[in-house]
């Protein structure tokens, strides 16, 4: 598929991963529907993505928001090619704290966010690109792009919550490619590692140079744009399918 023109959704597309994504799509003809909680809070960014930038309110844990998203962004934009799912906490917190035990609605509202607002987004999704007009050699209909983590493979102490949720988003790839095929329809998951977001700049810089120093190479957080790139190259490479690529610069992530 052609990333140029796209139709798209990106849920937490209003900052960080999800911004990138963002812009590189308006940049490239594409029209971008932002699914995320605050439109105020990122008054500025949004205002400089452009008319062919559309935010809705929404609340990826909502199977009913969720749902009305859709439809809403269906009836604005027409066919959607393409939805990217970047809205996700990463809180950390020991399951054996000094304070006491871990709060289980805690550890639920990472699971909620992170995983199930994907799989929500993702099933919302789906039941309209079946009906896409079919494009291409290949008679594609859309592509579904989920945000892992390489902390779903080596996280680390008092992530458990957050590995458990990416863990999971590696984990229905595969599935979801394999039912989604008859339709032409595409399912990846990007595994970024320690990138340059609003996440971590709210670290001291001392501490985000030590991270920054633990990434064999090239020895610094990633970018933003690299993930978005990434994006792109899945969009266009119609091989890609059912699987997991992490983004890390070799990075493997020790115990603590």
Do not use: W
Not at 167 to 173: D, L, V
Not at 181 to 207: C, H, N, Q, W, Y
Not at 231 to 236: F, G, K, N, P, S
Not at 239 to 249: A, K, P, Q, V
Request: charged content about 20%; some cysteine; aromatic content about 4%.
């Amino acid at each position: 598929m052609e990333f140029k023109q796209l139709n798209a959704i990106v849920s937490g597309g209003a900052s960080g991963l999800g911004l990138a994504v963002t812009q590189r799509i308006i940049a490239a003809g594409g029209t971008v529907v932002i699914l995320d909680l605050d439109c105020e809070r990122y008054a500025d960014e949004l205002i400089l993505l452009g008319e062919r930038a559309h935010f809705i309110a929404t609340d990826v844990t909502s199977e009913a928001a969720v749902d009305a998203a859709l439809q809403e962004s269906h009836s604005t934009l027409g066919d959607i090619q393409l939805v990217v799912n970047c809205a996700g906490i990463a809180p950390s917190s020991r399951v054996l704290a000094r304070d006491g035990l871990i709060n289980h609605a805690d550890f639920q509202k990472v699971i909620d966010i992170n995983l199930n607002g994907s799989f929500t987004v993702c099933r919302a999704a789906v039941n309209l690109m079946q009906h896409n007009t079919a494009i291409g050699r290949d008679d594609e209909r859309g592509v579904l792009i989920n945000t892992a983590s390489i902390a779903a493979f080596e996280g680390q102490i008092g992530q458990a919550a957050y590995a458990a949720s990416k863990g999971g988003i590696i984990s229905m790839t595969l599935p979801l490619a394999r039912e989604f095929a008859r339709l032409g329809i595409r399912v990846m998951s990007i595994a970024p590692g320690l990138f340059e977001t609003p996440m971590l700049d709210k670290l001291p810089l001392a501490a985000r140079e030590a991270l920054s120093n633990n990434t064999p190479y090239p020895k610094r957080l990633g970018q933003a744009d690299e993930f978005a790139a990434l994006v792109q190259h899945i969009v266009e490479n119609s091989m890609l399918n059912g699987s997991t690529i992490r983004l890390d610069g070799a990075l493997r992530m020790g115990q603590k």
